[in-house]
């Protein structure tokens, strides 16, 4: 009989802190739970970004091959090859400004 008492008298205090943890654990639960609806309100901001100007590499003026006044065949050559030169240099400066261009469509997408 003696220990049926003593398990009656422990039962006691277990259900009493078992009741009163539950409610520390939802007095902390209902705290927490404002902060967390806090961070819900965001707001974007959006921000014009100035627009970056073209390397003055890429807009410079080719440099025009000098054409000799009297023009031989092998003059004719090597003005043939300076033009072609500067052709492609206008070729790749107008490839790098369409890179350049894209690149800034992505971004104010």
């Known amino acids: 009989m003696l220990?049926?008492?003593?398990?009656?008298?422990?039962?006691?205090p277990r259900?009493?802190?078992?009741?009163?943890?539950?409610?520390?654990t939802a007095l902390v639960g209902l705290c927490l739970l404002p902060l967390l609806t806090g961070c819900g309100n965001t707001r974007t901001v959006y921000v014009q970004v100035p627009a970056v100007p073209l390397p003055a590499n890429?807009?410079?003026e080719t440099p025009q091959p000098y054409i000799s006044d009297p023009l031989s065949y092998g003059d004719?050559?090597?003005?043939?090859?300076?033009?072609?030169?500067?052709?492609?240099?206008?070729?790749?400066?107008?490839?790098?400004?369409?890179?350049?261009?894209?690149?800034?469509?992505?971004v104010s997408e």
């Not at 220990?3 to 006691?12: K, Y």
């Not at 090859?81 to 894209?102: F, H, M, P, T």
């Open 76 to 106: 004719s050559l090597d003005l043939n090859v300076s033009l072609l030169s500067a052709l492609g240099q206008c070729n790749v400066d107008k490839v790098d400004i369409r890179k350049i261009e894209d690149a800034r469509s992505r």
């Open 15 to 24: 259900l009493i802190s078992k009741m009163l943890l539950r409610q520390m």
């Open 3 to 12: 220990n049926s008492r003593l398990q009656c008298s422990h039962r006691e």
């Open 58 to 60: 890429l807009t410079a």
